[in-house]
């Protein structure tokens, strides 16, 4: 069964400095792969996602993520947060275009003023 | 206007009783989704429906039941509450099943005492 590894489950950095979430799933043919974020008390919004193509994607708010087939990751980097940037980070993936999407289980990011 | 909306948004019930959560979206999605989120954070997909058909159905309580009356809705029914039901749960939708953006949302925190 496919999964996901989030390596941090916290991660403070100060204000204006850069971040990256570190995201590994289990290897497979195909992979398709997602970053989700949650602010405090809401439900959770897409960040960016890696379906094919180019392995650098870019997501809202600043965000961007690398595939990296070889070593399964799919790391999540931001160059300057802000305090708003504060929240649960969730990297998800699926096997296949049908299939369930599988959560990680999340990283929370806390941004020092 | 809410896209993805949730009733109740706080739940708290006494073991033993029968609850229901409320879910609709007004973005004339085809699938929805029931998601579990613990106390740690963890999101754990419970049902998933396309059309009004029931496409995912893991591993949960068969005290569980969802239901889909059209599209539009799903609805999250819990029998005989156990404290370990106590969670934040999240409905979710997207345009088609798969790999495509869902949409969360605000979630319901239920505690059962």
């Known amino acids: 069964a496919q999964s996901v590894t989030q390596l941090d489950s916290q991660v403070p950095v100060f204000e204006e400095a850069p971040v990256e979430l570190r995201c590994n799933y289990s290897s497979s043919v195909s992979v398709y792969l997602f970053w989700y974020v949650q602010y405090p008390n809401q439900g959770l919004q897409l960040l960016l996602k890696?379906?094919?193509?180019?392995?650098l994607v870019k997501g809202i708010n600043g965000f961007e993520a690398e595939f990296n087939k070889s070593q399964t990751s799919f790391h999540l980097r931001k160059p300057s947060v802000h305090i708003s940037d504060t929240a649960e980070y969730f990297c998800?993936?699926?096997?296949?275009?049908?299939?369930?999407?599988?959560f990680g289980p999340g990283t929370s990011l806390s941004v020092i003023p | 206007d809410t896209a993805v909306s949730q009733t109740p948004k706080y739940l708290v019930t006494q073991m033993g009783n029968d609850k229901s959560i409320k879910c609709e979206q007004n973005?004339?999605?085809?699938?929805m989704y029931w998601y579990k989120q613990d106390s740690k954070k963890f999101l754990k997909i419970m049902f998933s429906y396309n059309n009004k058909e029931l496409i995912i159905n893991e591993t949960v309580p068969n005290r569980f039941s969802p239901k889909s009356p059209d599209k539009a809705h799903l609805n999250l029914h819990i029998n005989s509450l156990e404290l370990g039901d106590s969670a934040v749960y999240f409905c979710?939708?997207?345009?088609?099943?798969?790999?495509?953006?869902?949409?969360f949302g605000p979630g319901t925190r239920l505690t059962v005492l």
């Open positions: 973005l004339g999605h085809d699938t």
């Open positions: 890696y379906l094919s193509g180019s392995t």
């Open positions: 979710a939708s997207s345009q088609a099943r798969g790999v495509n953006e869902q949409f």
């Open positions: 998800a993936v699926a096997k296949t275009s049908y299939d369930k999407v599988i």
